[in-house]
């Protein structure tokens, strides 16, 4: 299978304050994305690509007050700008990934059954549960992760009456305690237009 889709981190659409200094100055920015790897912000002033911005930020009034830098990647206007975290800690690394997986499940419009899968690697093999899966990778539940890097054969179900798909896949990023997001290295054009289908039909 042809592979151009590289996001590492799951994100998602944001809309909540961020304060952030440059060069001293304290401003205030809004995220309108929040990712793994980062955020795509309204600034209220200009910055440049290369900048790096000590922020604070709480994506949510449950979660506790997120503290990282992060380098200025690109801009899309003169106030709009994607960054990319340089220095975060892990604990709000997780913060923010377990965040944008609840979220994930529920904006889904029909509430979907878990997807056992088959989780192949080095060291063994273990059964784990799929909420969200895409064409190109998914999000699976289990308290056995793998480290980032690991490469995976998976074999699941999308209907219990359904052929098996097979892929083999990538651990992007895990969530102590909760799961792990991996990428399909190789799947064949079937079984992707198979999941592609069976996404269709969930939100139809």
């Given at each position: 299978?042809?592979?151009?889709?590289?996001?590492?981190?799951?994100?998602?659409?944001?809309?909540?304050?961020?304060?952030?200094?440059?060069?001293?100055?304290?401003?205030?920015?809004?995220?309108?994305?929040?990712?793994?790897?980062?955020?795509?912000?309204?600034?209220?002033?200009?910055?440049?690509?290369?900048?790096?911005?000590?922020l604070d930020f709480r994506p949510a009034r449950h979660l506790p007050l997120i503290?990282?830098?992060?380098?200025?990647?690109?801009?899309?206007?003169?106030?709009?700008?994607?960054?990319?975290?340089?220095?975060?800690?892990?604990?709000?690394?997780?913060?923010?990934?377990?965040?944008?997986?609840?979220?994930?499940?529920?904006?889904r419009r029909t509430p979907r059954g878990p997807l056992a899968t088959q989780v192949?690697?080095?060291?063994?093999?273990?059964?784990?549960?799929?909420?969200?899966?895409?064409g190109w990778g998914m999000f699976i539940e289990t308290r056995q992760t793998l480290?980032?890097?690991?490469?995976?054969?998976?074999?699941?179900?999308?209907?219990?009456?359904?052929?098996?798909?097979?892929?083999?896949?990538?651990?992007?990023?895990?969530?102590?305690?909760?799961?792990?997001?991996?990428?399909?290295?190789?799947?064949?054009?079937?079984?992707?237009?198979?999941?592609?289908?069976?996404?269709?039909?969930?939100?139809?």
């Open positions: 299978m042809a592979q151009t889709y590289r996001r590492r981190f799951p994100r998602m659409d944001a809309d909540f304050p961020v304060r952030y200094k440059l060069s001293g100055a304290e401003k205030k920015a809004t995220a309108l994305t929040l990712g793994g790897g980062g955020l795509l912000l309204e600034l209220s002033a200009p910055v440049q690509p290369g900048d790096i911005l000590a503290g990282a830098r992060a380098r200025v990647c690109y801009q899309l206007t003169d106030r709009k700008a994607g960054l990319e975290f340089a220095e975060i800690a892990p604990e709000h690394r997780d913060q923010i990934l377990r965040f944008i997986v609840h979220r994930m499940t529920e904006k192949e690697h080095a060291a063994g093999s273990f059964i784990g549960f799929s909420k969200n899966i895409s480290p980032q890097g690991e490469t995976l054969k998976l074999r699941f179900h999308l209907q219990e009456t359904d052929p098996i798909c097979f892929a083999s896949a990538e651990v992007c990023y895990e969530i102590s305690k909760m799961g792990m997001g991996v990428e399909f290295t190789e799947i064949s054009a079937e079984d992707q237009k198979r999941i592609q289908d069976f996404l269709a039909n969930d939100v139809a």
